[in-house]
C-alpha cells in the first residue's frame, strides 16, 4: 500500500528554537515535494526534491532527501511566528500509468508560540 | 501570471441538488488534478487529467462525481445528487509535465446541508 506516513502531526515550538519534520515514503519514488497550507488557504509549494542526498533551503526551512532510507526531513531553524501553518510532504507515483499522482501525508501542524 | 482560478470560493446547497465546480489550470500546464481535503481523510486525489484526457479516476468516491475537460482551459467538477458527506474543500491543482511540482488554485469550500 502506498503510504506517505509524516511525524509529528502536531507541532507546538517556541519562538527561536529548532525542530525537525520527519516524512517517511513508501516507494521508490524520484521526487518528494513539501508544501505549505496556512488556516483556510490553499497549498503552497516549498521545495522539490529531484534526487537522494538534495537539500534545498529557503529562509529558516529546510528539506533534505534519502531515498536510500525513504526519508525526507524539513527542519526548522529558530522558528518564528509566521512559520506557524501546516506542512505536507508528497510522493510522486512513478509506475504503471498513474505517473502524475502525489501521494501526499496527512500534515504537520506547526504552531510556534512566543 | 494568474495562478490556477477555481469557482465558486464558496458553495452552499441542499442534498440532492446538483453541484459544478470549476477550474482554469495554468496556461501551457498539461496536467490538471482535482483534489479533495477533509479533517478527517485529509487530503484526496479525485481524477487527474493529461491533456484534456482523464488517466486516472480511482480517487472518485462514486458515480455521483463526474469531471470534465472540454479544452486545455477548462475543467469542471460535477456532483449529482450532492450528499451532506460531500462537504469539504475542493482543489484544482495543474503542472507542466507529471513529474514536475503541482500549483493549487484556491478551492471551493463546499456545503451540503
Known amino acids: 500500500e502506498l503510504k506517505v506516513e509524516q511525524n509529528p502531526l502536531f507541532l507546538s515550538m517556541q519562538e527561536g528554537k529548532n525542530y525537525t519534520i520527519y516524512c517517511n515514503y513508501s516507494?521508490?519514488?524520484?521526487?518528494l515535494y513539501w508544501y505549505r497550507q496556512d488556516p483556510g488557504k490553499s497549498l503552497e509549494s516549498l521545495f522539490v526534491l529531484l534526487s537522494n542526498g538534495a537539500v534545498k533551503q529557503e529562509g529558516r526551512l529546510m528539506a533534505s532527501l534519502d531515498t536510500k532510507a525513504r526519508l525526507s526531513t524539513l527542519h526548522i531553524t529558530a522558528a518564528v511566528h509566521d512559520l506557524s501553518a501546516t506542512y505536507f510532504c508528497a510522493e510522486r507515483m512513478n509506475y504503471g500509468g498513474s505517473q502524475g499522482n502525489l501521494i501526499f501525508g496527512k500534515g504537520t501542524k506547526l504552531s510556534v508560540k512566543p | 501570471d494568474a495562478g490556477v482560478i477555481q469557482s465558486p470560493r464558496h458553495e452552499v446547497t441542499e442534498m440532492g441538488q446538483e453541484v459544478t465546480l470549476r477550474c482554469k489550470p495554468i496556461s501551457g500546464h498539461d496536467y490538471l488534478f482535482w483534489y479533495r481535503q477533509t479533517m478527517m481523510r485529509g487530503l484526496e486525489l479525485l481524477i487527474y487529467f493529461n491533456n484534456n484526457v482523464p488517466i486516472d479516476d480511482s480517487g472518485m468516491p462514486e458515480d455521483r462525481f463526474s469531471a470534465k475537460m472540454p479544452n486545455a482551459s477548462f475543467s469542471t467538477l460535477k456532483i449529482q445528487p450532492s450528499e451532506p458527506r460531500d462537504s469539504a474543500v475542493y482543489f484544482c491543482a495543474s503542472s507542466r509535465q507529471g513529474y514536475n511540482e503541482q500549483f493549487f488554485g484556491p478551492g471551493t469550500r463546499l456545503t451540503v446541508l
Open positions: 516507494t521508490t519514488s524520484d521526487r
